[in-house]
């Protein structure tokens, strides 16, 4: 028997084996360059190390894909402002806080001085009672969704600024960090003193 045709089927299937192996990889090409982008096809340049993009850069989705300078330096100024904004909200909430502890307080010194109601419901005769407190219930109501609009501003922003500064563009961050430190600066200054302290010394100087 000729050996020639024993060995035909071996090389047939070599040759199959030879087809279904992948080429090699060119000399200027890595594998890593193989690899698809994090943009999901895009052409968005994202890395999740320190990088410094510009151009093509993609935050948030891929639609805000920044495609020039200027657009880049809106991207930070917008950055750089939302931090602001944050700072400012926050100021605006405690500031709404205070507006409603001292109103609470007004309104439970008036309750307090007012010798008609004072009788009435010595007397379990306050007639005004039912509607008064239907009136309270709504006026709370109203004042806890405003407080939580407010909240759920500051959670929404908060969580924009995270999601920025995970791109870890080194502007952006940049951006970030700068708007923290002016916010901080141009908004907190309440805080340096609690309204305890502040009627303390008001208090000394009519003393004094």
């Known amino acids: 028997m000729d050996m020639s045709?024993?060995?035909?089927p071996m090389d047939m299937?070599?040759?199959?084996?030879?087809?279904?192996?992948?080429?090699?990889?060119?000399?200027?090409e890595s594998p890593a360059s193989m690899a698809m982008p994090m943009g999901g096809?895009?052409?968005?340049?994202?890395?999740?190390?320190?990088?410094?993009?510009?151009?093509?850069?993609?935050f948030l989705s891929s639609a805000f894909r920044i495609r020039s300078s200027f657009g880049f330096f809106l991207?930070?100024?917008?950055?750089?402002?939302?931090v602001i904004s944050l700072e400012s909200?926050?100021?605006?909430?405690?500031?709404?806080?205070?507006?409603?502890?001292?109103?609470k307080a007004s309104n439970s010194e008036q309750q307090y001085v007012m010798a008609e109601d004072l009788e009435q419901k010595l007397l379990g005769k306050d007639e005004r009672e039912s509607p008064f407190q239907k009136k309270r219930i709504i006026r709370?109501?109203?004042?806890?969704?405003?407080?939580?609009?407010?909240h759920t501003v500051q959670f929404s922003i908060s969580y924009c600024i995270m999601l920025?500064?995970?791109?870890?563009?080194?502007?952006?961050?940049?951006?970030?960090?700068?708007?923290a430190l002016v916010g901080f600066a141009l908004f907190t200054r309440d805080t340096l003193y609690s309204s305890s302290d502040v009627d303390e010394r008001l208090n000394e100087k009519d003393c004094c």
């Open 41 to 58: 096809g895009s052409d968005c340049k994202l890395s999740m190390l320190l990088n410094w993009h510009t151009i093509d850069a993609c």
């Open 13 to 28: 299937s070599t040759s199959t084996i030879a087809m279904v192996m992948p080429t090699a990889l060119p000399a200027n």
């Open 75 to 82: 991207a930070c100024l917008a950055a750089f402002l939302l």
């Open 164 to 179: 920025l500064f995970m791109y870890s563009n080194g502007y952006i961050i940049i951006s970030i960090l700068f708007g």
């Open 140 to 150: 709370v109501s109203l004042e806890q969704i405003a407080r939580g609009v407010l």
């Open 5 to 8: 045709m024993l060995t035909t």
């Open 89 to 103: 909200i926050r100021r605006l909430q405690r500031r709404l806080d205070r507006y409603l502890k001292l109103k």
